[in-house]
């Protein structure tokens, strides 16, 4: 069964840039979240997509946002980067959260901001 | 405010050498606490999830366990394979915390042979 998958491994942008980052979730799985891993801040929750609506969102600015498509593949796209964006961007997908099923990962999107 | 505290940060074993990580929670109804391990330039790997208080669960040398304040993830016998970091995370219900899990800050394991 194939896992998470994340794209691109890594992206390199400069300040005032958009990003786009997309995930594909394990096959059955409904829901996708994004999380940001910045170094010595741990993992933060950014939004969670579930049947192709926004369901919750994390303390993020608006720039910061996303979509879930009908195959329910996602992207979180990343207006106006500044340097502490910089950071790798985990994707997760899950059965359904109304049943407090695990979140599985994929292995990032690492963002560079120059 | 819905927090997870993960210790010790660090910890250095020699292979065998058996001891336990910590993960202490303050959540407002807490409806699954989950362990992941991470490997560098990895994302987080699913290990256990716990529902209720007295639940364990265990997985070849690991074994983890949960209170109504702490989840403990014990190590048998560890070897150099289990060098990672193990992350504690938390599902809450309560106001706009659903879907989200909160994360500690992790523990990196190091096991020498």
């Known amino acids: 069964e194939a896992g998470v998958t994340q794209s691109p491994t890594h992206l390199i942008k400069t300040r005032g840039q958009q990003a786009t980052l997309r995930c594909s979730p394990i096959s059955g799985h409904t829901s996708v979240y994004w999380y940001q891993q910045a170094l010595g801040l741990g993992l933060q929750f950014l939004l969670w997509?579930?049947?192709?609506?926004?369901?919750n969102r994390g303390n993020f600015p608006p720039r910061f946002s996303g979509r879930q498509f009908p195959n329910y593949s996602s992207e979180l796209n990343v207006n106006a980067l500044e340097l502490e964006d910089s950071a790798l961007y985990l994707c997760?997908?899950?059965?359904?959260?109304?049943?407090?099923?695990?979140?599985?990962f994929g292995d990032g999107t690492r963002l560079s901001i120059l | 405010e819905d927090q997870v505290t993960q210790s010790p940060e660090a910890l250095r074993l020699q292979e065998g050498e058996s001891s336990s990580l910590n993960c202490s929670y303050t959540v407002s109804g807490l409806r699954g606490l989950f362990w992941y391990r991470q490997d560098p330039g990895k994302g987080p790997e699913f290990l256990f999830t716990?529902?209720?208080a007295g639940e364990e669960k265990e997985k070849e040398r690991l074994k983890a366990t949960l209170t109504k304040k702490e989840s403990f993830l014990h190590i048998t016998a560890p070897k150099p394979e289990d060098s990672a970091t193990y992350l504690c995370?938390?599902?809450?219900?309560?106001?706009?915390?659903?879907?989200?899990?909160?994360f500690g800050q992790g523990t990196t394991l190091q096991v020498k042979p």
């Open positions: 997509y579930d049947e192709g609506e926004e369901r």
């Open positions: 995370a938390v599902q809450a219900v309560s106001g706009g915390n659903t879907g989200k899990l909160i």
């Open positions: 997760a997908s899950s059965l359904s959260t109304t049943l407090y099923q695990p979140q599985h």
């Open positions: 716990l529902y209720s």
